[in-house]
């Protein structure tokens, strides 16, 4: 079993950054695939970012391209996702998840193992 807790969520304006935490404990998350979603309020959950094992290849929703940045520290069994430029649309409960085996995906039906999420809000 694996348990995912975010941290750094908040209240920030428009433009500002955050970076989020998402700690894995029971069990090392090093040869998992590993991803961030997200839920808006009244929509469902969707995509950010992600970064496959092996290999760290990273992948993100076209709607935060070049302003997020997903990490992770294996040897601190830690995913991070580093926001910057932030917008009023990116409000919303950030998740982190991690995949059995490795690889990368999009789908959140493929992810096994999810944190409680953390909530962003963005004002303008």
């Known amino acids: 079993q694996v348990q995912l807790v975010e941290t750094g969520g908040g209240l920030v304006q428009a433009g500002d950054s955050l970076r989020l935490s998402c700690a894995a404990s029971?069990?090392?998350?090093?040869?998992?695939?590993t991803a961030w979603f997200r839920q808006a309020p009244g929509k469902e959950r969707e995509f950010v970012a992600g970064v496959n094992w092996p290999g760290g290849y990273t992948y993100y929703a076209d709607s935060v391209k070049g302003r997020f940045i997903i990490s992770r520290d294996n040897a601190k069994n830690t995913l991070y996702l580093q926001m910057n430029s932030l917008e009023p649309e990116d409000t919303a409960v950030y998740y982190c998840?991690?995949?059995?085996?490795?690889?990368?995906?999009?789908?959140?039906?493929?992810?096994?193992?999810w944190g409680q999420g953390t909530q962003v809000t963005v004002s303008s």
């Open positions: 998840a991690a995949k059995v085996g490795g690889g990368y995906s999009r789908n959140q039906r493929d992810y096994n193992y």
């Open positions: 029971g069990r090392s998350v090093s040869s998992s695939g």
